[in-house]
């Protein structure tokens, strides 16, 4: 029986494969990268994260406990920001857009995708947080959905405190 044919598959299959699960592992050490990452911002504020969420190049978490929202994004330089809740009367989407014509209609594109939280005290401006930036990436994968979802968690958050 001729061997060669079976083994020749077998690496062809292999060659395919092998990419996928480097992609992958890779993948994996630089979610747990992150995640420590925040960790140790809430660490050093005394929290623990008991909700977090990675999309793309951040990563957003809160300690429900003590209330306190933490926030870390890393591309040409890193943000680490924390926010204690208990400062904060509101949470809001900011999203700002632009509108773009061409031969088929105008059309509305996101430039910049924040959370923006508004402080008790008016003489403190906003504090932001940014999901997206169209500068810094070309096209959303899942920040509208996440910064909608975690302004609905925060505020839900602050209505308890309150």
């Not at 029986?1 to 630089?30: D, Q």
């Not at 929202?69 to 857009?97: G, P, R, S, W």
Request: charged share 25%; proline share 2%.
């Amino acid at each position: 029986m001729n061997l060669g044919i079976p083994i020749i598959l077998a690496i062809i299959i292999a060659i395919c494969i092998v990419p996928f699960i480097l992609m992958s592992r890779n993948s994996k050490k630089r979610e747990r990268k992150t995640l420590q990452s925040i960790i140790n911002i809430a660490n050093q504020q005394d929290c623990t994260i008991t909700k977090h969420e990675i999309c793309g190049d951040f990563i957003i978490g809160i300690d429900e406990t003590k209330n306190f929202v933490f926030f870390f994004k890393q591309l040409n330089i890193v943000v680490e920001q924390f926010i204690n809740l208990a400062d904060i009367q509101n949470c809001k989407v900011k999203n700002t857009t632009s509108t773009v014509t061409n031969k088929h209609g105008n059309y509305n594109v996101i430039d910049k995708l924040e959370l923006s939280f508004i402080p008790f005290d008016k003489k403190k401006k906003e504090i932001t947080m940014e999901f997206f930036n169209a500068d810094n990436s070309i096209q959303l994968v899942g920040e509208l959905q996440s910064v909608e979802k975690w302004s609905n968690l925060i505020n839900d958050c602050l209505k308890y405190k309150k």
